[in-house]
C-alpha cells in the first residue's frame, strides 16, 4: 500500500461530512475553503471513490463516503489519544477524557465523584455529554468520545467494559393509587395497569417494556418521557405507575409526597452501571483507572439501593 491519508485530510473529510457545507467546514478546520477543498479532492482521488456528493446547498456523504466516515473518525480519535498518551500514564492520570453519561444516572452521580477525582488527578480535564445510551454507544464507536459510563450490557461490539456499581430499581405508584395501600407489590398486581417510560434508546424503556411483557401491565406508547422529572410528575397525578433507579431517587424524591415507592416482592429489579470504551483505545489503562474510582465512590455515597458491582 503506497498512499496514506494524511491527518490533515481525513479531518477535512470529517469536518465536511458533520458541518454538512464547505465553508463551514473550513472555518471549524482554521483554512481556507479552497484549500480545504483541494486537499479533500486529492484524498477522493487518491483513493479513487467519492466521499461528499458536490452540489445544492448541503454536501453530505455519499455512500462509499458514509461507509469510510466511522473509521476516519476513529483514526482521529486515535492520534488524539496518541498524543494524550505521550504525556500522561496510568499512575499521574491528566489530559482531556470525554465522557458520554447517561442522563439517568449521571447528573445525581457525577457530584459525587468528580470532585474528589479532581483532588485525586488535578492535570485530568473530563469533557460531559449526556445523552441517551445507544447515542453514546453510537458517538463512542465513531471516536466522538473517549468512554462513556451506561447501563450494562452495552448493545454494540467492539467495546471493552468495566461495571463499578448496581443500582436498585424501584416502581414507582400514584400515592393515591390502591397499589399504594399494599404492603407488598408483585408482578400479578400490575396486570392491566397503565406503565409510564422513557423514549426509546433509554435503557429503562426496555426495563418497563419487559415488565409489562411479564406482568400483563399495559405500555403506554402515547407518550414517551424526555425525563426522570418530567415521569416522576405523570405518576405523581395519576398518569400511570413507572420505574426509578436508585440514584435518582435518593437524589429527587426527599419531599415527593405523590408517588409512593416499591421494591416488587417477585422480580427484583436492578441494574449494572459500568465504564465502556473502545477495544483499540489507547488509553484503556486510563479508563480502568477511572471505573476504580468510581467504584471507590460509590462506597462513600449513601444512595439507598446503589452498591458496588
Excluded at 48 to 58: K, P
Amino acid at each position: 500500500m503506497s498512499y496514506r491519508p494524511t491527518h490533515r485530510q481525513l479531518q477535512y473529510f470529517a469536518a465536511v461530512a458533520d458541518k454538512g457545507h464547505f465553508l463551514e467546514a473550513a472555518r471549524a478546520c482554521h483554512v481556507s475553503q479552497p484549500t480545504l477543498s483541494t486537499q479533500l479532492k486529492l484524498l477522493e482521488d487518491q483513493l479513487g471513490v467519492i466521499l461528499i456528493e458536490r452540489g445544492g446547498a448541503s454536501a453530505v456523504p455519499t455512500a462509499a463516503g458514509a461507509r469510510l466516515l466511522p473509521l476516519a473518525l476513529s483514526i482521529l480519535s486515535g492520534l488524539d489519544e496518541f498524543v494524550e498518551m505521550a504525556t500522561v500514564d496510568a499512575d499521574n492520570l491528566g489530559g482531556l477524557v470525554r465522557l458520554g453519561v447517561a442522563p439517568t444516572f449521571g447528573p445525581y452521580f457525577l457530584p459525587h465523584f468528580l470532585p474528589k477525582l479532581h483532588k485525586l488527578y488535578p492535570a485530568l480535564e473530563v469533557y460531559i455529554r449526556e445523552d441517551r445510551p445507544n447515542v453514546l454507544e453510537s458517538d463512542l464507536k465513531e471516536g466522538k468520545l473517549d468512554c462513556i459510563v451506561t447501563p450494562m450490557p452495552l448493545a454494540m461490539d467492539g467495546f471493552a467494559s468495566m461495571p463499578f456499581c448496581i443500582e436498585t430499581v424501584f416502581l414507582g405508584v400514584p400515592s393515591e393509587h390502591p397499589i399504594a395501600r399494599l404492603k407488598s407489590v408483585s408482578t400479578t398486581d400490575l396486570a392491566g395497569e397503565k406503565l409510564l417510560t422513557l423514549g426509546r434508546g433509554h435503557r429503562l424503556f426496555e426495563q418497563v417494556a419487559r415488565l409489562c411483557e411479564i406482568s400483563g401491565a399495559q405500555l403506554r406508547s402515547d407518550y414517551e418521557g424526555t425525563s426522570l422529572d418530567a415521569i416522576r410528575q405523570m405518576v405523581s397525578i395519576g398518569m400511570g405507575l413507572s420505574l426509578f433507579p436508585s440514584a435518582y431517587v435518593s437524589s429527587e424524591f426527599e419531599r415527593e409526597t405523590g408517588v409512593v415507592l416499591f421494591e416488587l416482592s417477585d422480580l427484583p429489579l436492578e441494574r449494572t452501571l459500568g465504564f465502556a470504551w473502545r477495544r483499540t483505545s489507547l488509553r484503556a489503562d486510563h479508563f480502568r483507572v477511572l471505573c476504580n474510582e468510581a467504584r471507590s465512590a460509590v462506597a462513600t455515597i449513601d444512595f439507598k439501593g446503589l452498591r458496588i458491582a
